[in-house]
């Protein structure tokens, strides 16, 4: 059974975006949206509140691009 690790914890649109760019790159990952399960269960939470995962097997490729990703955005 292969492991998820988190990758990330940010806004749905920076995990959204570095999730489609690590697709693109054959790296599948999965995304818990904290912040909609807060609100769906009637509580708030921070909008930074969204966590990026990939396979353990892909960290170290994911965590290349991330640091791309990092350097052409401000975040």
Same mark, same amino acid.
Do not use: C
């Given at each position: ?8 914890? @940010?806004? =749905?649109?920076? $995990?959204?975006?570095? /999730?489609? $760019?690590?697709?693109?790159?054959? $790296? *599948? ?7 909609? =399960?807060?609100?769906? /269960? /009637?509580?708030? =939470?921070? *909008? ?14 994911? @965590?290349? $691009? ?10």
């Amino acid at each position: 059974m292969k492991e998820h690790v988190k990758l990330l914890t @940010q806004t =749905s649109i920076v $995990i959204n975006r570095l /999730g489609a $760019i690590l697709e693109e790159n054959n $790296i *599948p990952t999965m995304v818990k949206d904290n912040v909609e =399960s807060a609100r769906v /269960g /009637g509580f708030g =939470s921070s *909008p930074n509140n969204v966590d990026l995962y990939v396979y353990r097997t892909d960290l170290e490729r994911a @965590q290349k $691009i991330l640091l791309d990703f990092k350097k052409e955005n401000s975040f």
